[in-house]
């Protein structure tokens, strides 16, 4: 046993506990694919054993943001690892790429095991949900840098996607529809400012709002962010898909326009989609101007898929044979911006 270190602050036996606790959750999540177990110094996938003749690989790397923050006030640790994986996975799925696998880094102030697999466990879910595999990870102990029960993590995930069949957003032309899926909630950005709002107005994370129903108010926020992986590829593989948008900080604004060309813009259609509850919640106790709210926040719709508008409705029900709402809720037009009629 390190003494001297455990003396600093650092519990080694610890380590090896959540080392024990993880295999399973980090097991269930193996796919074609994957080489080596969890232990090695690298985690190795075989791209050979694909059917993909001249592969791209598309990576992606996030956080969660001070989304956290609601985790410890909850002391609820088995979703947050969701919405890692979420954050990383969707980005890579609008270049139109099959996440293959994840890692995970979580530092931590003083190692907690059950606490540590709760995450980790989410963080499986997460990989499950999408179909890739959780190949490794770091669990790291720096006694000093966190306060007491917090702790941070990131995720980095690869994908692939067949050279022809990249979306990059160079198909989309004036006259697609976009179709939007609806999301969870407020999935993992803009939480600063919902931390802001809840303290501005005092209120309880332990204890439902009435604008909320009955969960309580920190369940409500946490929560997990939508993985639509398997859903959209089935679209990919189905119909042609111009463009996807992935809705995250900077809301309709920010993202959108990452997907046209020069010279076109945006027209969104309110009530095309249901707008949930929370950012109602969000936009009367925070007295945001209700445009600002599509600068800021996903609004109820996770992603965006721009398409003919010839093939909306098979890409809408194909979304909806897997439990997904969607919608038209907007199209390119010539000229620039984002418009919310």
């Known amino acids: 046993m390190a003494v001297s270190y455990e003396k600093a602050g650092v519990n080694l036996e610890a380590g090896y506990e959540v080392v024990r606790r993880i295999k399973s959750h980090v097991a269930s999540t ?37 989304k956290l923050k609601i985790a410890f006030e909850m002391d609820k640790h088995d979703t947050i690892g969701i919405d890692a994986v979420a954050m990383c996975v969707n980005d890579v799925l609008a270049q139109g790429a099959e996440p293959l696998f994840f890692l995970d ?126 859903q959209v590829l089935e679209v990919i593989r189905n119909c042609d898909v111009h463009g ?38 969000l936009e009367k106790y925070g007295k945001i101007a209700h445009r600002e709210m599509f600068n800021i926040f996903n609004m109820g719709i996770g992603m965006v898929i721009a398409l003919d508008a010839s093939q909306a409705q098979q890409a809408i029900d194909i979304l909806a044979s897997h439990g997904e709402r969607a919608s038209v809720i907007g199209r390119i037009v010539a000229g620039e911006g984002v418009t919310v009629k």
């Open 30 to 66: 193996s796919r074609p694919g994957v080489m080596g177990n969890i232990g090695a110094f690298g985690g190795m996938f075989d791209l050979a054993s694909l059917n993909v003749r001249e592969p791209i690989l598309v990576s992606g790397t996030d956080g969660v943001g001070t």
């Open 105 to 230: 880094y979580v530092a931590v102030g003083h190692n907690e095991p059950a606490k540590i697999e709760a995450i980790v466990a989410g963080v499986a879910e997460g990989c499950r949900q999408a179909g890739c595999a959780l190949v490794g990870g770091e669990t790291a102990e720096m006694p000093g840098m966190y306060g007491g029960g917090e702790y941070d993590i990131a995720g980095f995930t690869c994908g692939v996607v067949e050279r022809s069949r990249l979306i990059d957003g160079s198909k989309v032309k004036v006259g697609d529809v976009l179709v939007g899926i609806a999301s969870t909630g407020v999935h993992s950005n803009g939480f600063s400012l919902v931390r802001k709002i809840v303290s501005d107005n005092g209120f309880n994370l332990h204890e439902p709002h009435a604008d909320l129903g009955d969960k309580p108010l920190g369940e409500v926020l946490l929560t997990p962010t939508r993985i639509y992986v398997k």
């Open 244 to 281: 996807i948008s992935h809705i995250t900080g900077g809301g309709f604004d920010e993202n959108i326009p990452r997907i046209v060309n020069e010279g076109q813009g945006i027209e969104i259609d309110e009530g095309t989609w249901e707008i949930l509850p929370v950012f109602r919640f």
